[in-house]
């Protein structure tokens, strides 16, 4: 299958790197050409997994988004939420009818990218909970895998074209199964539960060292409380809306092998790679987990009518820290015109 990655980041490299490995034809394009210059001079991503250490030979590292995604079956934006609408923007006059656009995670990009993007009516967005891969970059054209996704719930918008989009992405994938639209989709983001906790109740450490990782010495008791009463708010959200169970509680991450990523947390902190220095204001999980994910957590809560006071109250310590307010923030139901829609209206417009 022909595939573009779009994105420089841990998750586009694994991504890149895995699937070519996998025999799928992959057109890797990232916006930063300095730091895209090694993957170039070698034309292979160094891949680091249980299986060794091997050079990953890429089918084409493409001058453009548009020429990645020309001919793609897949376009696969595995970045921050944050760089999605540019992204989107630089490919929408390119994407073709039948091609799927996989956001993993999308923080309900894959309804946000769509609706403010002018592109063919016949493209399929989707968005799932995680990465696919538990991975991080070790150098300019090197990444390790610690753990891959044997679960990944994805929602489609729009949704009325499910089937046709979870078939395509199975291809690439076969961990991905369907969850419904892209608002159960969006529900099934893990990043706005575990990370604002994390980066949050870790803030002075973080502040403090110049290295710290928050799922080894920052993951206390204290933490975790905070942690599942938030997940216990996102799955409440999710029953009010009506979505069906499994709704992967984040508990079973830290203590079974039923998650998304299976029994993941011990080899996450037993690798070592997330020991690495935060900054508060640029992080990606402030700046996409908090202002965007969690931000659209409280939007949906406060629309659905479900009390999340764990939810609004990290929210407002996120807003305390970078100084500006993130209830009105671009992800939120009132910013994409969606806050006054009933739930009928709501899911009629996500089923397309």
Known sequence: MKIAVLGGGHGAYAAAADLSEHGHEVRLWRRDADAFAAVR???????????????VKMARLSASPGDAVRGADLVLMPGPATAQADITRAIAPRLEPGQVVFMPPGTFG??????ASAFPKEVLWAETGTLPYLARKRGPAEVAITV????????VYPAKHSAQAIALIRKAYPAVEPCGNALSGALMNAGPIIHPPLILMNAAPLEHFERWDIHNEGTQPSVRAV????????????????????????????????????????KLVKSGDW???IDLHTH??????VALG?????????????????????????AAI???TLLEGERTLESLGLARCSREELFRVLEG
């Open 41 to 55: 001079t070698s034309g292979a991503i160094t891949l680091i997994d249980e299986r060794g250490t091997r050079a």
């Open 110 to 115: 894959s309804y946000a990218m769509a609706a």
């Open 148 to 155: 891959r996704a044997v679960r990944l719930p994805t929602g």
């Open 227 to 266: 942690t599942n009463r938030l997940d216990a708010e996102r799955i409440q959200i999710r029953e009010k809306l009506g979505f069906a169970a499994p709704h992967y509680p984040l508990s079973d991450h830290y203590k079974s092998d039923r998650w998304m990523y299976g029994d993941a947390h011990r």
């Open 275 to 277: 020991r690495e220095k």
């Open 284 to 289: 990606r999980y402030m700046t996409e987990d």
């Open 294 to 318: 969690l931000a659209f957590l409280v939007s949906v809560a406060r629309w659905a009518k479900v009390a999340a006071p764990i939810a609004e109250g990290l929210l407002a310590m996120g």
């Open 322 to 324: 970078l100084d500006r």
